[in-house]
């Protein structure tokens, strides 16, 4: 058999009430050029998940292994894939049929990129409440090294076709991170030199649920740190470079604080927050910041409820916005998301 232009890579951790939709939406893209590659990462619901491939056995590569972590399952896909291009798809998010054929288009078009990522929708699925889907925020940075380190873009994994030198030159996933290893497989790419472009079009369907690696924000927050600190000690950087990574420790640093003091507000825990928003303010000087500490030292039994109306206000004109920008679709009774925007975001 000729190889395919495109590998599908899709690692499964507990994810079978998901992956039918995944699939589903792989096999309708117009682009057909493709293998797809589906890496079981020691599942527990293995099987659960193995009932659920069954009718797609004769269309996938499925593999096995002891579980590694998304980072090793990935890997996996990678050595066993045969196309020029790596599709990472996660196996509770989706694409638009058009995704496949209009991400390889920009690389026939620029023969130099190495890396294309499209914008997505994100949705979450509400039982008996309908799905509430969100559209992307406008980009237009150039995507480079120094963005990508102050964070000032996001990649987001499932929407990204990359070559697959690059990618093995770089040494593929770092193993031994188990949130942004993406994040961190995206920035040593770019500092050898890969070109990469983001394509302004909403392609995915990124699922948004609290077993998901990423809705932990605490620990988001320790692995993007532990990844700058990775690079300082792994990367031959220059002097601005080591500069630039000091100086995105410390805002992430500072940020992670802000995020635990407003939740210790929220949790109305008012001597724990102004030790966090403290720290975050050695860092982040803002007007708001400095009110709250004076009001944590003089008379904090106040603080918390002031705050949480606020935090209620800003999420409401927010959502408002966003509902007239055309940026969410919404109806009335998509009160728990809502809920957990409160609880989430900083």
């Known amino acids: 058999m000729?190889?395919?232009?495109?590998?599908?890579?899709?690692?499964?951790?507990?994810?079978?009430?998901?992956?039918?939709?995944?699939?589903?939406?792989?096999?309708?893209?117009?682009?057909?050029?493709?293998?797809?590659?589906?890496?079981?990462?020691?599942?527990?619901?293995?099987?659960?998940l193995e009932i659920v491939l069954k009718p797609y056995f004769d269309r996938i590569v499925y593999l096995k292994q002891e579980n590694r972590g998304l980072?090793?399952?990935?890997?996996?896909?990678?050595?066993?894939?045969?196309?020029?291009?790596?599709?990472?798809?996660?196996?509770?998010?989706?694409?638009?049929?058009?995704?496949?054929?209009?991400?390889v288009q920009i690389f026939h078009k620029n023969p130099a990129v190495d890396l294309v990522y499209s914008d997505t929708f994100q949705f979450r699925k509400m039982l008996g409440m309908g799905t509430l889907v969100v559209r992307p925020l406008p980009f237009d940075r150039p995507l480079t090294f120094e963005t990508l380190l102050k964070a000032e873009c996001s990649i987001i994994a499932?929407?990204?076709?990359?070559?697959?030198?690059p990618v093995i030159e770089a040494g593929l996933f770092d193993e031994r991170l188990r949130r942004v290893e993406d994040y961190d497989l995206w920035l040593r790419i770019a500092f050898r030199g890969a070109k990469m472009a983001h394509h302004q079009k909403a392609l995915g369907l990124r699922r948004l649920h609290n077993e998901s690696l990423s809705a932990d924000q605490k620990e988001m927050y320790e692995a993007w740190i532990g990844v700058m600190k990775k690079l300082a000690e792994t990367l031959e950087l220059s002097i601005q470079a080591r500069m630039l990574v000091a100086e995105t420790i410390r805002k992430a640093e500072a940020e992670m604080e802000l995020f635990q003091g407003n939740r210790h507000l929220l949790d109305?825990?008012?001597?724990?927050?102004?030790?966090?928003?403290?720290?975050?303010?050695?860092?982040?000087?803002?007007?708001?910041l400095q009110l709250t500490l004076l009001g944590l030292r003089t008379a904090p039994w106040l603080v918390a409820p002031i705050v949480k109306g606020w935090r209620h206000i800003l999420a409401i004109s927010e959502i408002t916005r966003a509902i007239a920008g055309g940026r969410l679709h919404w109806n009335w009774k998509h009160r728990q998301l809502y809920k957990a925007r409160l609880r989430s975001e900083p």
């Open 71 to 103: 980072a090793g399952a990935r890997n996996t896909g990678i050595r066993r894939a045969r196309g020029a291009f790596l599709a990472f798809l996660d196996s509770d998010d989706m694409w638009l049929p058009e995704f496949l054929a209009e991400q």
């Open 268 to 288: 109305s825990r008012p001597e724990l927050a102004e030790i966090s928003l403290g720290r975050a303010y050695e860092f982040l000087r803002g007007r708001k």
């Open 2 to 48: 000729s190889a395919p232009s495109v590998s599908v890579i899709i690692p499964s951790y507990n994810t079978a009430r998901f992956i039918t939709e995944t699939l589903d939406s792989v096999f309708a893209q117009t682009f057909t050029d493709y293998e797809v590659i589906v890496v079981n990462d020691g599942s527990p619901d293995t099987p659960q």
């Open 158 to 165: 499932s929407c990204t076709v990359v070559r697959k030198v």
